[in-house]
């Protein structure tokens, strides 16, 4: 009977280390769940995370969009401006450059008119000498005449009337 009693002890004691070992198990597959549990909560937060982060994202870009395109336009604007204006620089430098052409043009062209005029008022001034001269000619002639014509007739009156 004590190696019936032993032996039941034993089993006893077999039985509650398994029982022992079968409670921690429960123990630790019940934690574990609860740790599965938690990581997938973390894992779907994040995942919620990842789609809300994308979504900006999309909505960023969508948002972008537009004003890279604007930028771009703006970039053809500048670029068209810079050519317009190197255009006008180069026509505004020919422009001036013709205007100095003009402007000497113009002054040996009034250059040339006051020499014009200079030499005409000279020329008009001589010719009024030589006339004047004519005239003294013409007059002394007249008196010449009216020293031998009769003052009688009225052609000679006529004729010597401002000489004399």
């Given at each position: ?23 921690q198990q ?36 969508k948002s ?101």
């Amino acid at each position: 009977m004590r190696a019936i009693s032993a032996v039941l002890f034993l089993a006893l004691c077999a039985l509650l280390v398994i029982i022992y070992q079968a409670v921690q198990q429960e123990l630790h597959i019940r934690s574990l769940k609860t740790r599965i549990a938690v990581s997938d909560n973390q894992v779907k937060l994040k995942e919620d995370g990842i789609l809300g982060a994308k979504t900006k994202l999309e909505e960023m870009n969508k948002s972008l969009n537009p004003l890279i395109t604007q930028r771009d336009q703006l970039k053809k604007q500048k670029d068209d401006i810079k050519t317009g204006n190197a255009n006008s620089e180069k026509e505004l430098g020919t422009c001036q450059a013709e205007k100095g052409k003009l402007e000497k043009q113009s002054t040996e062209t009034k250059d040339s008119l006051q020499k014009l005029k200079e030499n005409q008022e000279a020329e008009g001034k001589k010719a009024e000498e030589e006339i004047e001269g004519l005239k003294q000619q013409i007059l002394q002639r007249d008196l010449k005449i009216c020293k031998f014509v009769d003052t009688a007739l009225d052609e000679a009156k006529k004729l010597c009337t401002g000489a004399i």
